[in-house]
């Protein structure tokens, strides 16, 4: 049983760019979190999506934004990257188990932007 | 808002001996749970324990085990024989029961456990 996967591993950009991340969740997951995570700090919250939709979003700028596909991968795009993007951005899933919900984390892509 | 606090940036421990890391957390509500995952060098982040609110007992896996205090709002992992494989980024949470649906939870900043051989 395939855990959550994510790609790139890592990645380099310029500021102003834009990028793309990309995560597909565990076997039977219908919801996908995406955090960030700065050096040195806990993960902190950017968007989760269920049903295809952004069902919640934390406090991250419109420059961050999502999609989830029918098979439940989703995306994060983010564009005109600053210096301060930097960071490893984690990928979580999760489906309807009662009764924690429990969240299974992917590796990560580390994103640097110069 | 929730808050977790996690006071000790660093910690070290002789393998074989016991260590406890702290958190504490605040909340207005009675009934959440709690979480500790590790966060080796690899990055992947993997769940350690689960302790719901509304059970007393504190919650046991293998060597790791949590010292609950809700009136203290207080939620300490102990681990037991360190191993060199337990060494890495440990990661207190706070979840709400309901989150509008979304189940999102709030993590401390971490604490990084050395092993020494």
């Known amino acids: 049983d395939a855990g959550v996967t994510q790609s790139p591993t890592h990645l380099i950009k310029t500021r102003g760019q834009q990028v793309t991340l990309r995560c597909s969740p565990k076997s039977g997951h219908d919801t996908v979190s995406w955090y960030q995570q700065a050096l040195g700090q806990g993960p902190q919250f950017i968007f989760q999506?269920?049903?295809?939709?952004?069902?919640q979003r934390g406090n991250f700028p419109d420059r961050f934004s999502g999609h989830q596909f029918p098979n439940y991968s989703s995306e994060l795009n983010v564009n005109a990257l600053l210096l301060g993007d930097s960071a490893l951005y984690l990928c979580?899933?999760?489906?309807?188990?009662?009764?924690?919900?429990?969240?299974?984390f992917g590796p990560g892509t580390r994103l640097t932007v110069t | 808002a929730q808050t977790v606090t996690q006071s000790q940036p660093e910690m070290s421990v002789q393998e074989a001996e016991t260590v406890t890391l702290s958190c504490t957390y605040d909340?207005?509500?009675?009934?959440?749970?709690l979480f500790w995952y590790k966060q080796p060098p690899s990055r992947q982040m993997i769940l350690v324990i689960r302790?719901?609110?509304?059970?007393?007992q504190n919650a046991t896996e293998n060597r790791f085990s949590v010292n609950f205090q809700k009136a203290a709002k207080s939620f300490s992992l102990k681990i037991s024989d360190s191993q060199l494989g337990d060494a890495a980024m440990y990661f207190c949470?706070?979840?709400?029961?309901?989150?509008?649906?979304?189940?999102?939870?709030?993590f401390g900043r971490g604490t990084s456990l050395i092993v020494h051989p």
């Open positions: 949470a706070y979840r709400s029961p309901s989150s509008g649906g979304s189940y999102i939870p709030t």
């Open positions: 979580a899933s999760s489906g309807n188990i009662v009764p924690s919900y429990e969240q299974y």
């Open positions: 302790q719901e609110a509304y059970k007393q």
């Open positions: 999506y269920y049903e295809e939709e952004e069902r």
């Open positions: 909340t207005s509500e009675s009934d959440y749970y």
